[in-house]
Each structure stands twice: as C-alpha cells, then as structure tokens.
C-alpha cells in the first residue's frame, strides 16, 4: 500500500527526491516517515511529517540537506536529499502510522519495500 519510487545511482554532491504514494486517502491521517537501512547496519530513522505537513522531525545526521513534504490531495510523501554523500547509501523505506510516537521507530503499522540509493564518491 506504500510504494517508493525515485531512488538511484548519483555522485556525491548530488541531489535526488524519493516519493512514496499511497494506495488511497486513508493515508491522508496517518504520520509518515522515512527510514534507511545501509549494507550490515540496523533500519534507521530519517525523517517524519506529521498528518497534517505542518510538522515534521529529521535525524540530526540529515537535518538541513535532507526535507521531508507531502501531498495530500495526491497521497504523495515526498524526501528531498541535497548534498548527498556516500554514507547516504541505503535501502530507503517510507512507513506510516497513526500513532506520532512510534513515527521514528519500527513499530510503525505500515511500510512499503524498500528502493536503493546508492552515492558514489
């Protein structure tokens, strides 16, 4: 019901904006949040918006070159990544839930498969 798109092959410095849509409006009330999982380390916690996309939560390690936006009318989350780098590389998931605090851990109640990222120094 979640589904990621836009990931890619970009070099550092780079900039690239994943999507995730949602299979219908029911997703409109739930808090959403990206996490990413890089090779042989845990799922992460990225960035979150909450349902209304007035608020919104980033890791300090993305904080000011990653954003985080959505479109309700659309079903539509969306991750802006400037200034990527090669640490950047991972597994990018959106997941969502209604409960604000579980939005940065893996308790969130839906999640979609995963796209690759990958910056190359």
């Known amino acids: 019901q979640l589904v990621e798109s836009g990931g890619g092959l970009v070099q550092t410095g780079d900039s690239l904006r994943l999507s995730c849509t949602a299979s219908?409006?029911?997703?409109?009330?739930?808090?959403m949040a990206w996490f990413r999982q890089a090779p042989g380390k845990g799922r992460e916690f990225v960035a979150a918006i909450d349902w209304s996309g007035t608020g919104d939560y980033y890791d300090p390690s993305v904080k000011g070159r990653f954003f985080i936006s959505r479109d309700k009318d659309n079903y539509v989350v969306y991750l802006q990544m400037n200034n990527l780098k090669p640490e950047d590389t991972a597994i990018y998931y959106c997941?969502?839930?209604?409960?604000?605090?579980?939005?940065?851990?893996?308790?969130?109640?839906?999640w979609g498969q995963g796209i690759q990222v990958t910056v190359s120094s």
């Open positions: 219908d409006s029911t997703f409109s009330d739930y808090n």
């Open positions: 997941a969502g839930d209604l409960n604000w605090g579980r939005i940065t851990t893996d308790l969130n109640e839906y």
